[in-house]
């Protein structure tokens, strides 16, 4: 359970909601922290994730000098992953109620082990796909130049405007 993470200058952060935070994600990225949807949809999006990243560490930013700017353009790779994960402990962390605290970190989990099973899965079959789509690719190939050489000779065959080739511009011999 990350509930901290450390950008690519190196700066470790704590994403923390507290009911002022809540407030102003609802007011700022229409996001409802009772809402597990509106939480979804708001992770989805990366401008949006960036933006509630940045209200849950604004205080501590200000205090190191970090504009939220600058706290973008730090976060890339794993730093975003890592970022993610602790901001979903912190909506985790903000529910008063344990139950629902309890719900939802074992909803965190449940998303973490089936992204981890989809990319174990992407792995184990990407050499399958990859032969797949270089066969594909091959037949792609050998159809587009058995279509070429089909209008190449038929060109041959037929003359335009009704005339021969021959050795000199105007068709003689």
């Known amino acids: 359970m990350q509930r901290t993470f450390t950008d690519t200058e190196g700066r470790k952060w704590a994403p923390r909601i507290s ?5 102003r ?5 229409s996001i409802n922290l009772e809402d597990i949807d509106s ?19 604004e205080d501590e ?11 973008g353009k730090s976060l890339s790779g794993d730093s ?5 994960e602790a901001l979903l402990y912190g909506i985790a ?13 074992n909803l965190i989990e449940a ?17 399958m796909i990859k032969k797949a789509i270089q066969k594909a690719g091959d037949t792609f190939r050998k159809e587009l130049d058995k279509n070429l050489t089909e209008q190449i000779e ?17 068709g003689s011999a």
């Open 19 to 23: 009911l002022y935070t809540a407030g």
């Open 25 to 29: 994600m609802k007011r700022q990225c």
């Open 39 to 57: 939480i979804n949809e708001a992770i989805q999006d990366p401008m949006t994730r960036l933006d509630l990243l940045f209200l849950t560490i």
């Open 61 to 71: 930013a200000i205090r190191r000098n970090v504009s939220s700017e600058d706290f």
């Open 80 to 84: 975003v992953k890592d970022a993610t």
């Open 93 to 105: 962390d903000f529910f008063e109620d344990p139950k629902k605290r309890t719900a939802f970190t």
């Open 111 to 127: 998303m973490k082990e089936e992204a981890d099973k989809n990319v174990d899965y992407m792995i184990e079959k990407a050499p």
């Open 154 to 170: 038929g060109q041959k065959k037929s003359p335009a405007s009704g005339k021969t080739s021959g050795n000199t511009p105007d």
